[in-house]
């Protein structure tokens, strides 16, 4: 009996550093912009308007094709097919502005020249002649302005909201508004393009759409889309801001690629990629909620209004998604919430982590809180008295049952873990001897559900190669943009074949080896590429299986992958060695993998269906101090349960978690964008935009994964999504904030600070308090 040798475990639930870690911290990591650029290869630049909202009168191009090194200049006239980037397929982005701007930075044209410098120094030598028009530039103006909106909006609805409100011996009115948020990637828009014969051309872009970025390029080009190939090895970040907003320099630098017949590359500044790009919306949620003396919601009724920008992006499904959220992890009998994805003069709004999740949530806790005042109470015991129930109460606003829900056993936990009560019981005795400083602690829940709601993107597929000498080849949809996608994928790959994961090679995202993949989005990365890479191992297994039997003349059934390679019957066969016999005996090693997510469905026009495939839950706890004559704080510790099922990767998921909850945190206190009353963002640089640094990372920081938890549903490993849940635990900041606001009048008034808290509306927020407290 030959017994096979002894190799490492799988690695498959086990911490494993990130395959690009060494090359990150090392700078060896190849992004676009360190790629060899071909000989010869041009540069564009875009110029932007300098209006909000105009007619095109004349644009005076000499200055502009005199400068030196300019090849040429683009515009909507030089483009064979579509001037157009919409990928709602609205036919409302154009690509430059044709007769009209509708928001200031809109691309008016691109400069080609040989340097990026000197196409940069060009872009702004040209004379631009504007008839001005009337311009909104946030949700209040543009209701004012008679509310257009840029698509359909959704209305979700379930249970008699009027006789809920009846029944309701209390009664909450009021509104938020909840700031956007620029993605600041670190790496930003980028793209180059290689011309080929005939009609192809290559694209490098940094995209987490690959295909969207070839239908786009095709259609601009007037080619089909067999013709463009897209290729992604890495993104230095995206966060949903190159879901979409890639497809612009991509098609630019196509255009130009295959007009001169030489590459093409574009990178914009900084201060010009965060004045073009689209960002998170920011919402305005009106809202009227009924609830009875112990707390218990009764009825909501509530109208998302959004600043989408001058066309439509991903606003349609941006504000669905905020809607889906509107119950964060909370019950309501009755409930009618409406989306106004509302027209206005600024860019036009994107994806974002969460992708309107987020806003959803903000909205949710905000009348908690308003209930917990009014009451007298902690918010947390609001919170649990409105949690889903397991068994009954468990009924979405967009009818889906709550099937797995531990929110109660989350909370609890990190109630006990974090000794919540004993701090908040600390807490109100330091404010009650502190006149100037001023504490306060929160508990905050999410539930976020998973799945893109347009069914169609719930699809993926990966491509296996087993070459001869036992390597194996993985390709797949996926992009990796630093979350440890690809990793993940190579340990399923691995333990697929019970190799170790040197034998994986993991290959750039490619349209030309995997077609019409979906977004690197909704958190599915792994959900969705890991079930088909496999799926396509399965597939090689199940000839390997049927080959050795044969070969070693046992029955299939005794045939078994084991770590290092098979057991056949008696027999142990080394990987490599079985892979060798089997191409001698005309076995295929190759499989393109599939797969598609069960069980989910949507139909918008009634507002019913079960999007989500699942849901992942969490929740922290966030202590702060704020100073009451300055408005300045620090957040002194965070505590946080995150339920990622059975974890793939425990390493990376914790990574995902303190990563999203500290973003979280820098949208809903540092980050804030400014427009002036011209229409310009002002708020386009790190001088002016303040994203979170080293210092703002709490200094306790207790981070931990629920091990208890597997999803119910047979995902990849039994595992759950973790790219945007965590985004949302930052929500006790918020909370915690507002409890050291509401301490100026003793607790008994809502404080409700608009986010971002910002010092500057912390101070405010005191000064109303203590003036309100005076009568």
């Known amino acids: 009996m030959n017994k096979h040798p002894t190799i490492s475990r799988s690695t498959l639930h086990e911490s494993t550093r990130h395959d690009s870690g060494p090359k990150h911290v090392s700078g060896s990591a190849e992004y676009i912009d360190d790629m060899i650029e071909p000989a010869g290869t041009m540069h564009a630049y875009l110029a932007l308007s300098t209006k909000p909202h105009a007619e095109i009168v004349a644009i005076d191009y000499a200055a502009v094709k005199a400068a030196p090194g300019v090849i040429g200049v683009l515009t909507a006239e030089d483009i064979p097919g579509e001037n157009d980037v919409s990928p709602s397929h609205k036919h409302d982005e154009p690509i430059f502005a044709a007769g009209k701007v509708h928001f200031w930075g809109q691309p008016l044209f691109a400069v080609i020249a040989e340097t990026r410098d000197q196409a940069r120094r060009a872009a702004h030598l040209a004379k631009v002649e504007y008839k001005d028009l009337p311009f909104a530039l946030d949700v209040r103006a543009a209701q004012a302005a008679g509310g257009q909106l840029v698509t359909e909006p959704l209305k979700l609805e379930r249970g008699d909201v009027a006789a809920g409100f009846e029944k309701s011996p209390r009664r909450v009115k009021g ?17 180059m393009a290689v011309p080929g014969e005939d009609e192809d051309v290559t694209v490098f872009s940094s995209t987490q759409h690959p295909s969207e970025v070839q239908l786009m390029v095709a259609h601009v080009l007037n080619i089909q889309q067999h013709a463009v190939t897209v290729n992604v090895r890495r993104m230095g970040g995206g966060f949903g801001g190159k879901e979409t907003q890639g497809n612009l320099f991509a098609a630019v630098a196509a255009v130009a690629a295959k007009k001169w017949n030489r590459a093409c590359k574009i990178r914009p500044d900084r201060d010009g990629d965060m004045t073009a790009t689209g960002k998170r919306h920011d919402f305005v949620v009106d809202y009227d909620v009924g609830y009875d003396e112990t707390g218990k919601i009764r009825a909501v009724n509530a109208v998302y209004g959004a600043r989408a920008g001058f066309s439509s992006d991903l606003s349609g499904p941006v504000t669905d998604r905020a809607l ?18 509302l027209y206005t003069n600024t860019v036009s709004n994107t994806a974002f982590r969460g992708f309107g999740g987020p806003q959803g949530m903000m909205a949710a806790e905000r009348w908690i809180e308003d209930i917990a005042y009014d009451l007298g109470c902690d918010p947390l015991d609001i919170r649990k008295a409105n949690f889903y129930g397991t068994d009954s109460e468990n009924v979405t606003p967009y009818h889906q049952v709550v099937e797995d829900n531990i929110v109660h056993r989350v909370v609890d936990e990190l109630e006990q873990s974090s000794d919540y009560q004993a701090r908040r019981k600390a807490i109100l005795e330091y404010n009650a001897g502190s006149a100037i400083l001023k504490k306060g602690i929160a508990l905050t829940p999410v539930k976020f559900g998973i799945s893109f709601t347009a069914t169609w993107y719930n699809q993926a597929g990966a491509l296996v190669h087993v070459y001869k000498d036992g390597s194996i080849h993985l390709s797949h949809g996926g992009t990796e943009m630093g979350q440890g996608l690809y990793i993940k994928v190579a340990q399923v790959l691995a333990d697929a074949f019970c190799v170790g994961l040197d034998a994986i090679k993991i290959m750039a995202t490619s349209t030309g080896k ?102 992942a839950y969490g929740a922290s706890v966030s202590e702060v101090t704020i100073d009451t004559l300055t408005g300045e704080y620090v957040v002194d510790r ?120 910002t010092p500057e509306r912390v101070l405010m927020g005191c000064e109303r308090l203590k003036r309100e407290a005076r009568g």
């Open 638 to 757: 965070v505590d946080i349960l995150h339920d990622v099922g059975r974890s793939l990767n425990p390493a990376i998921d914790i990574g995902q978690v303190e990563g999203g909850f500290v973003q979280g945190m820098g949208w809903l206190t540092t980050e804030e964008l400014v427009w002036d009353d011209k229409g310009q963002l002002r708020t386009k640089a790190p001088s002016t935009y303040k994203i979170p640094v080293a210092s703002d990372v709490p200094p306790i920081f207790n981070v931990r994964l629920a091990e208890w938890s597997v999803n119910k549903e047979p995902t990849i490993g039994r595992s759950k999504a973790v790219g945007e849940p965590p985004f949302m635990l930052a929500m006790s900041v918020v909370e915690a904030l507002s409890m050291a606001v509401a301490s100026v009048a003793d607790y008994k008034i809502a404080p409700r600070l608009d986010t971002p808290v």
């Open 175 to 191: 509104s938020v508004t909840i700031g956007g948020q620029d993605h600041f990637y670190l790496e930003g828009q980028i793209a």
């Open 514 to 615: 995997v077609p019409n993949t979906s977004a690197t989005a909704a958190s599915s990365g792994s959900d969705l590429n890991g079930m088909a890479a496999w799926d396509a191992a399965r597939q090689i297994k199940a000839r390997l299986v049927t080959h050795a039997a044969k070969l070693y003349q046992c029955d299939e059934a005794a045939v078994e992958f084991v770590p290092g390679g098979i057991q056949a019957g008696e027999q142990f066969v080394e990987f490599a060695e079985l892979i060798a016999s089997a191409y001698l005996n005309r076995v295929q090693l190759s499989a393109a993998g599939f797969y598609q997510t069960p069980k989910i469905h949507w139909d918008r026009a009634t507002g019913r269906g079960h999007p989500f495939y699942y849901f």
């Open 324 to 341: 889906f959220h509107a119950d964060n992890a909370y019950w309501y009998p009755a409930v009618r919430v409406r989306s106004e994805p």
